[in-house]
C-alpha cells in the first residue's frame, strides 16, 4: 500500500511536470504566434502595433518607437546593451547600426530594433571584434536584411570560431554583402551619409584589438556625429593626424565605454562636442566611465547622458546643427559632468 501511495505520487508529479513543460511550450507558441502577427499586422484592424500594445498597459519600456524615430531630420539611438555598444541611426526611414552589443544582450537588443520599426538595416557597422561590440551581430544579421557589412582589418583575430566566427559564418549564410572599411568611404542614410574616417589600424596581437576599430562619422548638414569604437590613444592620435579639424562633431560616444585609455585631451581639442554620451553598464567591473574623463568633460563643459544610468539615450538631430535628448526626459541629465 505504502509504495503504491508513492508511486502514485510519483506518478502525478511527473504528469505534473509534464503538463508544466506542455504548459510552456503552447505559451511559448502562442506568444511566438503573437509577436508575429503584431510585426506583420499591427496597426491594421483590430491589431494593435507594439508601441499600443505597450500603452494599453502602461510599460514605457527603454525602447526607441518608430514615431520617435521619426522626430527630426534623424535620430542617434545609444541602445542600452549593458557592458557593450549599440548605436542605431535612423533618417527617412533608413537605419545604420553601429555595433550590437553583447550576447547577453542579443535577444533585447533584436527586440529594440523590431519595436523602433527596422525591418531592413542599410549599413552594419563592426568596429572591432570584441564580444561587447559584436555579441548580438549574428542575431542581426539572421534577422533583418543587411545591404552592407562594414568590417575592420582583423586578421590578428580568430575567424573561425567565437563571436566573430559566428558573425561571418551568419553573414556568409545570408549572402550579406561585406566590405573591408576604408577611409573615405560612404553610405547616404536618409538626410545624412556615414563616412569612414580611419580604418583603424593594424593589429599583430589577437589581445590588442581596440586600436582597430573603424571610425565613422554621421554628418547631416550642421550636425555630426562621431564613432570611435574601442580606438585608444595611439589610434586618436592618427585619427587626429589624418583628418585633424573634420573629425568636429556635435555628439561624440565616449571612446572606449568611457575609458582613461581613450578620450584624451588632444582628441577633444579637435572634436568640441556638445554632448558626449557614454555606453557602459551599471557597476561594470572596469569601472567605466574612468573619474578622470568625467572630470575631462567637465573642464570642457560637455554635457553628458550615460547608458547605466539612464537606460537607452536618443537625441534627435537637424541638418541646421540642433539638436534635443528625446530620452531620457529629464534634463538633469544635461548638466556638464562632474
Not at 499591427?42 to 527603454?62: I, K, Y
Not at 544579421?141 to 575592420?152: R, S
Not at 547605466?308 to 537625441?315: E, F, K, N, Y
Request: aromatic fraction near 6%; charged fraction near 20%; hydrophobic fraction near 40%.
Amino acid at each position: 500500500m505504502t509504495r503504491r501511495k508513492g508511486g502514485g505520487r510519483s506518478a502525478r508529479r511527473a504528469d505534473l511536470t509534464l503538463g508544466s513543460v506542455i504548459f510552456v511550450l503552447v505559451l511559448g507558441a502562442a506568444l511566438a504566434v503573437a509577436a508575429f502577427v503584431i510585426e506583420a499586422k499591427g496597426g491594421q484592424g483590430p491589431v494593435p502595433t507594439w508601441d499600443e500594445l505597450f500603452g494599453m498597459f502602461d510599460v514605457s519600456p527603454e525602447l526607441p518607437s518608430a514615431d520617435t524615430l521619426a522626430q527630426g531630420d534623424a535620430t542617434v539611438s545609444f541602445l542600452d546593451v549593458g557592458q557593450g555598444d549599440s548605436v542605431l541611426i535612423a533618417s527617412e526611414g533608413q537605419y545604420c547600426l553601429i555595433d550590437a552589443g553583447t550576447p547577453d544582450s542579443a535577444d533585447e537588443l533584436i527586440g529594440m530594433l523590431r519595436a523602433a520599426g527596422v525591418e531592413r538595416l542599410d549599413l552594419v557597422v563592426m568596429t572591432h571584434p570584441h564580444a561587447d561590440h559584436i555579441g548580438g551581430m549574428d542575431e542581426v544579421l539572421d534577422t533583418f536584411e543587411v545591404g552592407t557589412l562594414l568590417l575592420p582589418d582583423f586578421s590578428a583575430a580568430d575567424t573561425s570560431s567565437g563571436n566573430l566566427g559566428r558573425v561571418l559564418q551568419t553573414a556568409e549564410d545570408n549572402a550579406v554583402h561585406e566590405q573591408q572599411a576604408a577611409a573615405g568611404q560612404t553610405w547616404d542614410i536618409g538626410a545624412g551619409q556615414v563616412q569612414v574616417l580611419f580604418e583603424g589600424l593594424l593589429a599583430d596581437d589577437p589581445d590588442d584589438l581596440n586600436n582597430t576599430s573603424v571610425c565613422v562619422m554621421y554628418t547631416m548638414g550642421e550636425f555630426a556625429f562621431l564613432s570611435t569604437g574601442d580606438a585608444e590613444k595611439a589610434a586618436e592620435r592618427e585619427l587626429i593626424e589624418r583628418c585633424g579639424a573634420a573629425v568636429r562633431a556635435t555628439v561624440f560616444k565616449a571612446g572606449h565605454h568611457g575609458s582613461s585609455t581613450s578620450n584624451t585631451e588632444e582628441l577633444l581639442d579637435f572634436v568640441r562636442p556638445e554632448l558626449v554620451v557614454i555606453s557602459c553598464g551599471l557597476d561594470n567591473d572596469y569601472g567605466h566611465p574612468h573619474a578622470e574623463v568625467l572630470d575631462r568633460f567637465a573642464e570642457y563643459g560637455v554635457q553628458v547622458c550615460r547608458t547605466d544610468r539612464q537606460g537607452t539615450v536618443i537625441i534627435e538631430a537637424n541638418a541646421d546643427g540642433t539638436w534635443q535628448v528625446l530620452e531620457p526626459a529629464d534634463t538633469e541629465s544635461l548638466q556638464p559632468a562632474a
